[in-house]
Nanobody
Framework: QVQLVESGGGLVQAGGSLRLSCVAS????????MGWYRQAPGKERELVTRVTPGGSTTVIADSVKGRFTISRNNAKNTVYLQMNSLKPEDTAVYYCNSYPTSLSWGQGTQVTVSS
């Protein structure tokens, strides 16, 4: 069973940047579309952006367009989320998963943006 381990979150001031990483166990990773999701307090989990096995990306959440970039390294079974110009409303727990979701959720990584 594929396990997902997210890291790279933390506390950052508005306008700052963070780079999240998600390492997946198992070779199936390289054949799957992968996405970054987030869940803010009191809100449902939402898909933020996704990437195909070949590296084509789609930003789903309008609020992050031009600020967040997803990428992947299939040789390292890793997907990344570069987050720039962070805003307090980006505060959430960030998760990776396949798109559509079919893997067990990891523990996520907390991102907190202070104003």
């Amino acid at each position: 069973q594929v396990q997902l381990v997210e890291s790279g979150g933390g506390l950052v001031q508005a306008g700052g940047s963070l780079r999240l990483s998600c390492v997946a166990s198992g070779s199936i990773f390289r054949f799957k579309d992968m996405g970054w999701y987030r869940q803010a307090p009191g809100k449902e989990r939402e898909l933020v952006t996704r990437v195909t096995p070949g590296g084509s990306t789609t930003v789903i959440a309008d609020s992050v367009k031009g600020r967040f970039t997803i990428s992947r390294n299939n040789a390292k079974n890793t997907v990344y989320l570069q987050m720039n110009s962070l805003k307090p409303e980006d505060t959430a727990v960030y998760y990776c998963n396949s798109y559509p979701t079919s893997l067990s959720w990891g523990q996520g990584t907390q991102v907190t943006v202070s104003s």
